[in-house]
């Protein structure tokens, strides 16, 4: 039939491959849907919900690395030039990180503990970026034991500390971007504004200092692809700036904001223009990258029981308040740091398994058959509100379970233990790639 309609057979290739691919992806898709829910399942009907022990009916995640694989493939796809080091603040998760190493990412540190996590994987220290504009004095001095050159640097404040603490580091200058189109605005505490670019490549040549380097970061959460392209200019002015002092850099760094969702494809092919267009594969320079909820976000669904239910008797119909064993101090803390607003979905009701099922899926507001629900955490503050309003066709009752799916990151990693409520969770591993399990040795 494709060949029929064709004016040209290339064209025909290609739709023919695109479909193949989006059926791959599906198949991929419904293959990690069925290792989820059987994960979910399991777990869940292990428990006695009658008799069991505190702890055992706790809210816990499962993990697809399949899920981590592909995007990887996504990215090599759509951003073939650029080298990511994964954002590791996003999610530390040590199975993640130990793929993502077999991958053969980099990683982007923030802090001692997040080197050592890394190094003990065996990943080479040139393979890590210690992406903080602001270092801990005894940091500077524990990665300069380790070998780890590369990191980022935004003040002159900075440039004298590191020419006192390890002048032999490779160093990237951080710059300002717009972020005001991201979920989770940098730029307010960090980056150089290009009116001290200047001043601060002449001091660091003044210092003695090592500039290898531009990096920058459009906003965790980046919605405007056009951030990416100013970004990418300025860059190149500020490579420009630096030849002037003699300095010969090597490296851009783009920083992180991707989102898993659909934008990806658009940030990236306006990231891929502007990067053909002012760093040229021909210029010599090396591009990285600090992604992290693009990793992340998509791997990780959590499940979280109803502890208790309040009814609130109306004229008319009833509506309820559900109580979890998760909330804002814990793994939901991605409503308060991170914006977002997890959208929840029945796993267990009634004895009912209903995972990636029509009825597990809140309905439409206008849907009489519908019930309405708010639904807390755990926690005796009046802010762990998980969400203010949502129906489902079905009755929740105390003991039943739902599920929370893109909660991979910014969630775990900034969970409190506030009212002694444990922050550390079970996380059950799945893995729906066979490339990925090879990877792993699985
Ligand atoms: N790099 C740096 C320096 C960051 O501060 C962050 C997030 O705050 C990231 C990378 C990761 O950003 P994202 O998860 O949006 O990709």
Request: charged share 25%; proline share 3%; net charge negative.
């Amino acid at each position: 039939f494709l060949k029929s309609c064709s004016t040209n057979g290339f064209v025909d290739y290609n739709s023919q491959q695109v479909f193949d691919e989006h059926d791959d992806g599906l198949k991929a898709k419904q293959r990690a849907k069925a290792l989820i829910g059987e994960a979910l399942r399991a777990r869940v009907e292990s428990i006695d919900h009658e008799f069991c022990e505190p702890g055992e009916e706790d809210t816990f995640f499962v993990a697809d690395l399949g899920e981590v694989y592909r995007q990887h493939m996504r990215w090599k796809k759509n951003l073939p030039r650029v080298k990511p080091f994964y954002a590791v603040k996003c999610n530390p998760d040590n199975k993640l990180l130990e793929l993502l190493s077999a991958l053969g990412t980099g990683f982007d540190c923030a802090s001692k503990a997040e080197i050592e996590q890394v190094l003990k994987l065996g990943v080479e220290p040139e393979r890590i970026i210690y992406a903080q504009p602001c270092k801990t004095n005894s940091y500077l001095r524990y990665v300069a034991s380790q070998g780890v050159r590369q990191m980022t640097f935004d003040n002159t404040d900075e440039l004298r500390k590191i020419a006192r603490l390890y002048p032999g580091a490779e160093l990237f200058l951080r710059i300002l971007t717009d972020d005001s189109s991201s979920l989770c605005r940098l730029s307010l505490k960090f980056g150089a504004s290009l009116d001290s670019t200047d001043g601060l490549l002449a001091l660091a040549r003044e210092l003695g200092l090592n500039v290898v380097g531009v990096s920058f970061h459009v906003g965790s959460g980046a919605s405007d692809p056009n951030a990416f392209l100013k970004a990418v200019q300025d860059a190149h002015v500020v490579f420009q700036q630096a030849a002037a002092h003699g300095f010969c850099l090597k490296t851009l760094d783009v920083g992180g904001g991707f989102c898993s969702d659909n934008s990806f494809e658009d940030m990236a092919g306006v990231l891929r223009v502007a990067l053909d267009e002012y760093f040229p594969a021909h210029s010599g320079v090396n591009i990285i990258a600090e992604p992290g909820r693009f990793y992340a976000s998509s791997a990780f669904t959590l499940a979280c029981n109803v502890i208790a239910r309040r009814t609130i008797q109306d004229v008319s119909s009833n509506s309820y308040m559900l109580y979890l064993n998760d909330g804002l101090y814990g793994n939901f803390s991605s409503i308060m740091f991170d914006h977002q607003h997890p959208v929840a979905k029945i796993l267990l009701s009634g004895g009912r398994f209903l995972y990636n099922t029509p009825a597990a899926e809140a309905v439409d507001d206008n849907d009489e058959s519908g019930i309405e629900y708010s639904i807390w955490g755990p926690t005796c503050d009046g802010i762990d509100r998980i969400s203010e309003r949502i129906r489902f066709a079905r009755e929740i009752d105390i003991g039943d379970w739902l599920y929370f799916e893109d909660m991979g990151a910014y969630t775990k990693c900034s969970a409190t233990t506030f009212n002694g409520f444990s922050n550390e969770h079970e996380v059950i591993y799945v893995c729906s790639e066979p490339g990925a399990k090879a990877l792993l040795g699985l």
